[in-house]
Every structure is written in C-alpha cells, then in structure tokens.
C-alpha cells in the first residue's frame, strides 16, 4: 500500500448492475478526504465490483486520490460475506447461471383445479354438505381437544391495537408494539418507549386464521376470503389508433373529451369537445383532442451533475397559467369559458412525446369573465397571434373551457383546455385555413349563444347527446371507488391541497419534500365528496358516430381507466366461491323468475345445506350485504364452528430483547398485476382477439375475462427463515427500512425474537376421522405417509404467523403434545352430562392423519387435476432451500437501481421485454413460475432486470 492509498471500511450505497459501477458509503469518520458528491459516497468501477454487489454489502475497500481531491475506490480487499462476493477476478470462482440475476418472489398461488371438482367431492371431508348439530355429542364423530405448543424460528410479531402510536405531519408514521395479555402501561398516544418489555402471547384469532389458511388448502373448501370487487385497467392513449383490430360486430371506439351540460333525474346531457381538425384522424402520430397548456415548472434532468437552474422553481405555477386560473378570492378558477391561441399545426410537446402524439399547444389564454372577453385580454390574444415568431405554426384563436387536473404528479408541466371546430371557429370544414371573416368579439358571442343549448338539438352532427343516467351513475361509483383507494380516504391530504404549495422534491433540486402527489381536482372538490356536476369537463368512451353513437362510460380527465369484462369471481371455478357470498354465477340467480326470497334463489337461500369442509368445522356467516333482511323464518345465516382455540400463552424465550425496528414497505395486494394473479385459458390465444375496446390488443397478456383468463389460485407467502432485523438490504433477508426511515408508507415494531415458545388449546366436537386428520394435519404440517414420496427426506414445513410475512417474518412450528378424545358412546344423554370419561393423553394421532392421507389419495384418484394443488401446497409451506442456494427472496427491485424504491419500474419493463425463451403463446412476458418450478427450474425464475433476462 503506498502513501497515498486508504484502507476503509464501507458498504455499497448504490449499484448500477447495468452500466457496471457502484458507491461506496464510508462507515465511520475518516480524516484526510473530501467527499464530493451530496451524499458522501466515493465511486467504484466495475471491474473492481465483483459477482453478487447488492446494496447494503459490506466490506474492507482500497481507496486512492482521484481528480479534484476526491477518491476513488481501487480494489476490494475482502467482502464481509467471502463465501457470496469475491475481491479479484482472477480469483473468482465460476457463477452459476442464475446466481445475481433471478430472485424468487415472496409470494406464489396453490393452484385451484378448473374443472372435475365434484368428482372428488364424494370423498370424505371434501364434500359439500351441511354441518353437524350442536345440540347433541354424536357418538360417530369425535370430539376432544389438542394441546400445541408453538415454537418461533425466526423474527415474529402480531401487533397490539392499544400500543398505536402517530407520529409526524402529513403522511404519519405508526409505531405498534406486540400483543399482550397485561395492560399496555407505557404506551400513550403521544410517546412511543424505547422498549415493549410486557410478557408476549399469541391471539386465538391469530391462531385460527394461520391454521384456516392450511385447512382450506388441503380440504379444497372455499376461498373465505376473497373481494369479488370490480378491477379498472389503464387505457390506451388513442383507442382510434387500433380501430383496424376492432372485433367483429363492434363499432371502432373513440375516446373523447365532453362537457356536463345538463343532469336530471332520468337522462344526462354532455357536449362534445372533439380538438381534431378534418384531416388528424389520417395523422401518425396521432393528435390529441384537447389543447395542452403549460402550467407548471418542471425539473429538466441533465446528463451531468450540472444543477437544474430552474430546481428552485420546479412545481410554481408559470405566469400566463397564474393569470388565468387565480382570482382574487383565493378559488381556483377551472371549468369556466376561455378563449386561447393556439398553434395550428400540430406538432410535439417535448423530445419525449415527438413519436408517441401530436398536439395543437396554447399559445396564450384568456379567460371570459360573465358572457365577455376584456379589451386587455382581446388585445394580448391579437399579440400572440401577429407575433412573427409564431407564423409557421398558424396560430389562430378558437374558444372552449379550461380544465385544471391539478399537481396530481411530481413533474406535471401541461393542463388542458378543452375546445372544437364548430361555425364559430376559424378552421373551415373544408381546407382547414383560417377564417378571419369575425372579429374575435362576433366570433365569441356566436360561441356563446351555441354555448347556452342544454338540450340535444337533434342535429345528428354527434355535438350533443343524451345519455342514461345509469352510464352517469357508475361512473359517480367509479370515482367514488377511485377515491377510496386513492387519497379520499385521508381527509387531511385533501385538505393541504388546497393551498397548492409548490410541489419541490429533494431529488429535483427542492428544498423539502412535501409528501406523495395530490389527488387530481375531481378528487378535492367539497373536501374530498368526489362528484360530477353540471359545467364538469371529463372524457367520453363512444362507440358509432353522429346520432347511432353509444356512450359506454365517463371517465375523470386523469389517468383514465376501464372496467374489466368480468369480476374476479367470474374467473373462479364455482364451488370455490366464498360460501358466506351470494352465488354471482349461480345460473338459477341469473334468472330473475327464479328468485325464492329477497332477491336469492333457492340454492343461495340453502347455503347452509351445502358448505365447504372449512366452513363446516371452523364456522358459517352468511354475507347479507344487499340482500333483503326481511322474511327470514326459515332462512340459516350462520353456523357456529366446531373447533374453537384458546389464546397462546407464554412459556419460554427472551422478549426483553425486542427494539424498535422501521420496517421496510409492505405493500398491499395488487391484483391489477395480471401477470401473476392470472393464467392462461387453453384458447387465450384466439381468445384475445375478441377483446373491446380494441386498444386492448396490445396487452398480450390475460385480462380480467373469463373466456381468456383464469385465477392463479390460493395466495401463500414463502415460508423462511433467517431474517435479519439488523439488516436494510431484503436480498440478505433485511427487514429494516434502508436509513432506518420512518414515513406513512411503512411502520415501525417490536419484532420478538426466535426460539420463543407458547402453548395453546384446539377444541373440537362433532368431527369425521378425516375431518379430524385434516385439522391435525392444519396444526402440525405432518405429511400422510402416501404423500411423504412428494418431498425429499430432509423437507421441512412450517407455518408463518403475524405480521411482515412477505419480508420473511414470523415462520413458526406447532407440535402436538397430547391428543384427548372424549367418551361420547353413552347410554343415553343424561349420564353423558353426569359422567365425563377422557380417554387416555396421547392418542395415535397419526391414525386420523392416515385417515386424511387415505381421503387425499382418494380425491386424486378421482380428480387426476388435484395433484398438483396438493403439489403447489406442500411446497408453499416448506421452509427449506437447497443447500448453497443463493437466490434471493423479496419483491421486484427496480431494474434501473437494484434498489426497492420504484419497484413499480420493474413490471413496466417486464411489460415491453420480449422474455419468449420457453417458446409458449403469448409469451412475450415473465409471468410468475409455479411454486414448483420456482425451486426447481432456477432458468423459470424471474429476472432481476427484465432487458437483460436470465
């Protein structure tokens, strides 16, 4: 080492796998260097990298002097973890192929048999039938109760509803601590303590749902819980741009902008504010219908460190923009008439848009206070448009209404304004040259007067139409569901919108960040009530023209989206559907003249008389949600269950060692992300191209219709072990937040560590043998011997428990530590009350096992299709990996990054690659492997950057 060179201790702050380089963040203070980049990181090349560099990897790095007294990093000197990461690469060991390129996901799907099922439902307990009594101990079932003791094998928590704290402003940070029996001294809404030192316990409920889950599985019974709720996708940019794929017996759709005009109680009235000029709907790339104004600073990202002169100002309002839209009041100034000039020939917004679409830009606007233009604002609209500068793209004035989405994005730039070519305007039908005959006041009065119709003058020019009031209506619901997913459900996001600070993030140069975007203004409107009303500027989805035009749907001038064909449901196999739901495909509640009572048909009204295996042992209630509560004297809406569990009670392990730990984003379920929530149809291929709107041609992949798709199955979270509350990085099984942050997007916990212990009680009454078996088997994960040939020797199963499941958290295994079977096989029914026998502790559980094992084998050999769901379940619960496996487990990253901020990046470039290495239909995409193949075919598994696959 000479003088010159540092010896440091550090970690990789970033990597950029693609272009080969990373940053290494200096752990401890070192004097004798200058840090020139923001964060204090020093650069490393990638020929120095090394195979398997993840953020968060540490190690013993050689640094040198580099230009303008900074450093750079020379070689590695050692990694922490040798095994993973090598120094030289003459030294390094030979790659397997997949190792730093695939990762496997947190989750994946038991599947569900598409067809066949009730040739396996004469099987015991997989039948569908009604429960036992509870009044009386039937002495051909059993009945008794199981003790458990549960042992954690890895970092746990279930989180204690009274240990809530809020901290922060805006978006709020919550810290929970972990489920007690005792009171919650020390926890306060205001004050979150160091520590969470009461004695642990686990929930019944906790229990119960944990153990449902497995039963469920492995008896087929319903998905109890499932959302049945309609999905919206996003639309394409221009719907005419696909017209030629339009399916046959369908009109080309079109996608248009319109104006509320008139809404009462039977019918709405809208006008149509179609932008385009006779000759756009030839033009490639398209135009776009509405005319964009800019509004807004926004960042302009250099190449180099070069700073963005404009970052202070990103986010602020531009002046033409603060004219138009400020009043002095303080409202916003948005759906009312303005006159603007505009560029006639189309060209496009910026170098990123030139081949996607073209637009007709605001030039300059003004707005029309009452029914008049003022003399200032005539003459700055003349200005515009005799400035010589403006010539060779025509402008000329036309007159519409503006609309204001709002900072609903980070780097928004444009708003619209919405206008048409209409006798008024000053393109002609025929040439499209400007007509300068009118002044611009005769013009705007001519456009007044067209302006005051609230009624369809009949025309048949396609300007106005009326609609039904059901299309206007779901629409309404639409917002309202857009709403609650959205920003409507916290109240005080919609409130400090309506000051519009400017919107200045720290990676564009701001100051401060001021939290995620704002909702868009159909959102904010009357705090939060999400509404439409008369004046509204919205879209239009139009199939036909002039007076055979039908309008499907109206949609908020967002980011539009469609409804799916067909709910969720529709894509399950019908005796999977919740047994607590009404029966949506049941054929005789389609028809409407077989309705027995309150909107329910006979099968629907007997519910109770066919139940799954799960709702019969663990319980029954009917959804009542939109049926008729009238009427009732004969209808069942529920069944108590016939297994009950006592609250886990501690035994053993160190809980006074739990910390506070930020952990890392959990994510809420996206079943919008067709690529792994569905599978393919045989027929998906032709299907397909049967799709409407046709723009929809482009997604090779299933949608949400059942003539193409079908759901993947039962969701299970990958059972591991080793997770790591000290570490950041998910790859080396992290579950801390990187820099330990702390916003409304993630939680702070207690998480208790492994090799704690608690014991707990099964009661159960009234159950078959193999009903029995199936619980047994539900608690403790021991395989019927006929089933043992499907793992290898050394497989472990175990179960998952409480929260951060998908980070790794809370794997757990139960043991049976005695079965007790009640005498029930009395004389009669008083001396069953007046002398209770038990049978001997430690009952041959594994007879009621075999019994399930015997009904499994059963069902395949009626079902053939079952086998690979038993198959999918037993892999979802292993805990185990091959030994030297090193393929991470954790969400997508961003391909960009290797990081997990922006993982939303790495299903958009999932989307445009062309991964068709398996040759299969429609493969244009990485879907999700099976669970099997996930372990067993590393080449299937997903890629860490889907440009460059593995």
């Keep these: 080492m000479t003088q010159n060179e540092v010896t440091i201790q550090g970690e990789l702050a970033h990597v950029d796998s693609e272009r080969r380089f990373a940053f290494v963040r200096p752990l401890g203070e070192l004097p004798g260097y200058v840090r020139t980049r923001r964060d204090g990181t020093l650069h490393m090349h990638g020929r120095v990298l090394g195979e398997l560099a993840h953020v968060g990897d540490q190690g013993t790095f050689l640094i040198v002097p580099g230009n303008e007294q900074s450093w750079t990093v020379r070689r590695v000197i050692r990694w922490e973890r040798e095994e993973v990461h090598v120094a030289a690469p003459e030294s390094r060991p030979r790659p397997t192929p997949t190792r730093g390129k695939t990762f496997v996901h947190p989750y994946n799907f038991v599947s569900l048999p598409a067809c066949g099922l009730a040739d396996a439902q004469g099987v015991s307990p997989f039948a569908r039938s009604s429960a036992p009594s509870h009044a009386t101990y039937d002495p051909e079932r059993l009945s008794g109760h199981i003790d458990c003791q549960l042992r954690t094998l890895g970092p746990w928590f279930i989180p204690d509803p009274r240990k809530l704290v809020v901290e922060g402003q805006g978006e709020k940070h919550k810290t929970l601590g972990y489920f007690t029996f005792d009171e919650a001294s020390g926890w306060d809404e205001n004050r979150v303590p160091d520590k969470d030192g009461g004695e642990p316990a686990l929930p019944a409920a906790s229990l ?10 492995a008896t087929l019974s319903c998905l109890s819980v499932f959302d049945n709720s309609p999905l919206d996708f996003r639309m394409g940019r221009d719907l005419e741009d696909q017209a030629d794929r339009t399916p046959h017996g369908r009109a080309a759709p079109r996608y248009l902008p319109c104006r509320i005009i008139n809404v009462t109680d039977r ?40 700073r963005d002169p404009n970052s202070e100002k990103v986010g602020t309002t531009v002046p033409g923009w603060a ?32 081949d996607r679409f073209q637009v007709r830009e605001v030039l300059r606007a003004v707005r029309a206070d009452g029914d008049a233009l003022s003399a200032d604002g005539i003459a700055s ?18 007159f519409g209404y503006l609309h204001r989405t709002g900072p609903n994005i980070e780097n928004k730039h444009h708003e619209r304004i919405f206008f048409r070519w209409t006798d008024y305007n000053p393109i002609k039908a025929d040439d499209n040259s400007p007509e300068m005959d009118d002044s611009i006041e005769d013009r705007f009065q001519k456009f007044l007067i067209d302006d005051a119709r609230t009624e369809d003058p009949g025309t048949g020019d396609g300007v106005y139409k009326s609609i039904p009031i059901e299309v206007f209506n779901e629409s309404l619901q639409r917002l309202g569901e857009y709403s609650d997913r959205q920003p409507g459900k916290d109240a005080a996001r919609i409130e400090a919108a309506k000051s519009d600070p400017p919107r200045m993030l720290p990676d564009q140069g701001g100051p401060t960040a001021v939290g995620p975007p704002y909702p868009s203004d159909f959102v904010r ?3 939060g009530q999400v509404s439409w009303k008369r004046g509204d500027t919205c879209y239009a989805l139009v199939e036909g023209q002039g007076k055979d035009a039908v309008v499907h749907g109206l949609y908020p001038v967002a980011i539009p989206r469609l409804r799916h064909e067909d709910l969720r449901g529709d894509l399950l196999p019908f005796q999977f559907f919740p047994c607590s739901a009404k029966h949506v495909r049941c054929a005789s509640c389609d028809d409407s003249s077989q309705h027995y009572e309150n909107q329910m048909c006979r099968e629907c009204f007997e519910r109770d008389r066919h139940l799954c295996p799960a709702c019969r042992v663990f319980g029954w209630v009917r959804d009542l949600s939109g049926v008729g509560r009238e009427g009732r004297k004969d209808r069942v809406d529920s069944v108590a269950g016939h297994v009950w569990f006592t609250h886990g009670r501690y035994v053993s392990g160190d809980y006074l060692s739990s ?43 299933p949608l949400y219709r059942r003539l193409e798709a079908l759901l993947r199955g039962r969701k299970f979270y990958r059972r591991r072990l080793g997770a790591d509350p000290k570490r950041s990085d998910p790859r080396r099984n992290g579950l801390r937040h990187e820099g330990d942050k702390r916003g409304g997007q993630n939680q702070s916990v207690f998480p208790l560590p492994k090799d704690m212990v608690f014991s707990f009680r099964v009661h159960f009454d009234n159950l078959t043998p193999e009903e029995l078996g199936a619980l047994l088997f539900a608690i403790e994960l021991t395989v019927p011997a006929s089933q043992r040939a499907r793992l290898p020797g050394e497989a472990r199963l175990c179960h998952a428990i409480g929260h951060g499941k998908p980070l790794g958290m809370g794997a757990c295994e139960i043991a049976v530590t005695s079965l007790v079977l009640h005498n029930t096989d009395a004389a009669d029914a008083n001396s069953r009350y007046r002398q209770w026998t038990i049978s001997p502790e430690g009952s041959d559980k594994q007879t009621y096992i075999e019994a399930f094992g015997k009904a499994w084998d059963d069902a395949v050999a009626a079902n053939p299709a079952l086998r690979q769901s038993l198959e999918d379940l037993l892999e979802m619960l292993r805990c185990d990996w091959p030994a030297g496996e090193t393929t991470p487990i954790h969400y997508p990253p961003n391909p960009s990054t290797s990081e997990f901020d922006e993982i939303y990046k790495w299903f958009m470039e999932n989307v445009k690659a062309r991964n068709d290495q398996r040759g299969e239909p429609g493969g244009q995409f990485k879907p999700l492997p099976t669970p099997a193949d996930e372990r067993n075919e590393p080449d299937q598994r997903l890629p860490v950057n889907p440009k460059r696959p593995s």
């Design 323 to 354: 004219d138009l839209v400020t009043l002095p009041d303080g409202k916003q100034w948005t759906g009312n008439r303005v006159a603007a000039v505009i560029a006639t020939v189309p060209g496009a917004l910026s170098n990123r848009s030139r």
């Design 208 to 217: 119960r749902g944990m153990i449902r889950g497995v039963f469920e599985a």
């Design 381 to 398: 609209l003349q200005a515009v448009q005799s400035d010589p500068q403006h010539k060779a793209r025509q402008p000329c004035v036309v």
């Design 525 to 527: 409107r009357d705090s």
């Design 659 to 701: 910390e506070r730990v930020p952990l890392a984003k959990l994510g809420s379920p996206k079943p919008t992300t067709t690529l792994f929530y569905l599978g393919e149809q045989r027929d998906f291929s032709r299907e397909k191209g049967t799709r409407w709107p046709p723009a929809l041609q482009k997604i090779r992949q």
């Design 267 to 306: 019918t709405v009235s809208i006008e149509f504010l179609d932008g385009r000029a006779k000759d756009d709907d030839k033009a490639r790339p398209s135009v776009l219908r509405v005319a964009p104004m800019h509004a807004y600073m926004q960042s302009v990202k250099y190449r180099t460190d070069r």
